[in-house]
């Protein structure tokens, strides 16, 4: 089993920045690619971004160019620095992990964008 756990999320203004951090215990060797899904409220969740353990990153439109996602395959962690945040990223942002076979999600962090 694969456990995700998050850390990072808060309130920001727009405009800021925050990052989040993803941590995998367990059996995270089997993990191949990791990334981020958010969901706002009367939503259906939708990825971020995702990074494979050798690097590739692909993103969403609507945060390309603002966020970058990035992987420490050592600390089995990934993260997500989001910059210029816009109340439209208010959600809950879930660390997602895949070794093909299975799925893994973290709890969730909450991240609020207001003024």
């Known amino acids: 089993q694969v456990q995700l756990v998050e850390s990072g999320g808060g309130l920001v203004q727009p405009g800021g920045s925050l990052r989040l951090s993803c941590a995998a215990s367990g059996s995270s060797f089997s993990i191949r690619v990791m990334g981020w899904y958010r969901q706002a409220p009367g939503n259906q969740r939708e990825l971020v971004a995702g990074i494979t353990r050798g690097g590739s990153a692909n993103y969403a439109d609507s945060v390309k160019g603002r966020f970058t996602i990035s992987i420490n395959n050592a600390k089995n962690t990934v993260y997500l620095q989001m910059n210029s945040l816009k109340v439209e990223d208010t959600a809950v942002y879930y660390c997602?992990?895949?070794?093909?076979?299975?799925?893994?999600w973290g709890q969730g962090t909450q991240v609020t964008v207001s003024s």
């Open positions: 997602h992990g895949s070794s093909g076979a299975s799925d893994y």
